[in-house]
């Protein structure tokens, strides 16, 4: 038994004859996800008065753009079609399978689970047409019932904490292999199955894969306030997730996701922002600037408060005689200091032409390469720069290197034996 495309069964065939039965599905609501084909027999039909659930060797199937149709025989999937068009189905011939857009997937399902039945030309018991909607699903609405943890790190203020995030979203999916669909899903449908018999489950295991996603997106280095304008990382690590119960075991995929708002919990990013504000005071120039700016304020605001003034200045005096001010200027001499002394560690002079060079790995006057820091090797294979004795990228070993004593087996990096003298060979 098989399909056969409408234009090539026509020509020179018996089934070139008018359709015994017609199956159709002319358009699926975007809220059901299968429906069960109707029969539609002509005045001409011999089969007037037969089985709803047995197909005629002759019959017509239609299928539309945006539909999958399967023949179901005996409770086995013996024939798909996800190509627009006209068929003929045919008793006789082998089982085809038609995959349109489906792809090889839905072949390897087809050769996996569908059951190849041959009734040498008998009629089967038990016959039945499904039609499969494969349009994207949407307007799917999810939020968060409660915080979703996020990982923050920050290395220049020693961070590393899980902060609450709520969001708002939504996503559409679609059925991508209807073998699988009907295998684990709906089964024998009497009439239509719709998106609301699944929709819960589905958004409850997708509110489930937004933690493990959360964290992909976490080690990508993607802040928690930039989320939003990564949807493609976040909407690639749900269907990551979501791979095994979805496409594997239901057929269905995760087409879009999209946010609508995301936000964290508001102490966690009040937390948040008094550790990298506290941080940026590790800068002694910052912390001197901020100590100036601070008793700036604290004269302005006494001054602008007639009953509270005199009290205000004579308090400022007495933190400047504990030395107040001095500490200010420390801070900001030391941030002077170490900005000097970090200048100057980055400045290297040309072996060739002598010319001091702030920074850089070639030389301002005669583009000379920057001389290797001492105990720095330069790979003559990959060019890696080391500080071992192998190559850090390649193994290679270091030029007039790593040598092995052959006396004593000591390994040296000199020219004679650390442990017996003995020359290096």
């Known amino acids: 038994m098989g399909l056969i495309q409408a234009a090539l069964g026509s020509v020179g065939s018996v089934l070139a004859d008018q359709w015994k039965e017609f199956f159709v599905c002319d358009s699926i609501d975007k809220d059901i996800l299968v429906v069960k084909g109707v029969k539609k027999t002509s005045k001409g039909s011999s089969n007037t008065k037969g089985s709803d659930n047995v197909i005629t060797s002759g019959s017509g199937v239609v299928v539309n753009d945006g539909q999958c149709m399967i023949i ?44 190849r039945i041959s009734y040498g030309g008998d009629v089967a018991r038990d016959q039945r047409v499904y039609y499969f ?21 920050d290395a220049n203020a020693n961070m590393d904490l899980d902060v609450g995030m709520r969001m708002n979203a939504i996503y559409t999916y679609k059925i991508v292999n209807p073998i ?10 009497s009439n239509t199955y719709d998106r609301s018999e699944i929709d819960s489950t589905l958004k409850a295991e997708l509110l489930a894969a937004l933690q493990p996603a959360f964290a992909k997106i976490s080690e990508q280095g993607i802040r928690y306030s930039a989320i939003a304008g990564h ?81 205000g200045l004579m308090n400022m005096n007495m933190v400047n005689n504990m030395g107040g001010m001095q500490v200010a200027q420390g801070l900001l001499n030391q941030g002077q200091q170490q900005q000097a002394a970090a200048a100057a560690a ?15 790995k070639f030389c301002s006057n005669c583009a000379e390469p920057r001389p290797m820091p001492a105990g720095v090797w330069k790979c003559p294979k990959c060019g890696t720069e080391n500080t071992g004795k192998f190559c850090s990228n390649c193994a290679e070993p270091m030029p007039g290197g ?21 020359p290096q060979p």
């Open 231 to 311: 949807t493609l990382e976040l909407e690639q690590a749900l269907k990551d997730v979501l791979k095994e119960k979805w496409a594997n075991t239901r057929g269905l995929e995760l087409a879009s996701f999209s946010i609508n708002s995301i936000t964290a919990d508001p102490e966690d990013e009040k937390r948040i922002k008094t550790l990298q504000y506290n941080a940026s005071f590790k800068d002694p120039s910052m912390a001197g600037a901020q100590y100036v700016g601070a008793t700036t304020q604290a004269m302005v605001d006494a001054a602008n408060n007639p009953g509270g003034a005199a009290i």
């Open 402 to 422: 790593a040598w092995k004593c052959p006396k004593c087996g000591t390994e040296n990096t000199g020219k004679f034996c650390s442990n017996c003298a003995t």
């Open 180 to 189: 699988l669909f009907y295998t684990n899903v709906c089964g024998n449908v």
């Open 346 to 360: 980055d400045q290297w002079k040309c072996a060739k032409c002598g010319t001091v060079n702030n920074g850089g």
């Open 133 to 153: 909607n494969t349009k994207e699903i949407i307007d799917n609405k999810i939020g968060t019932p409660a915080p979703i943890p996020f990982r923050v790190t």
């Open 72 to 115: 179901v025989d005996q409770g086995k999937v013996v024939e798909i079609c996800a190509e627009p068009g006209q068929f003929t189905y045919d008793a006789s011939t082998s089982p085809s399978i038609f995959s349109g857009k489906l792809g090889q997937s839905i072949i390897d399902t087809f050769k996996e689970i569908g059951a």
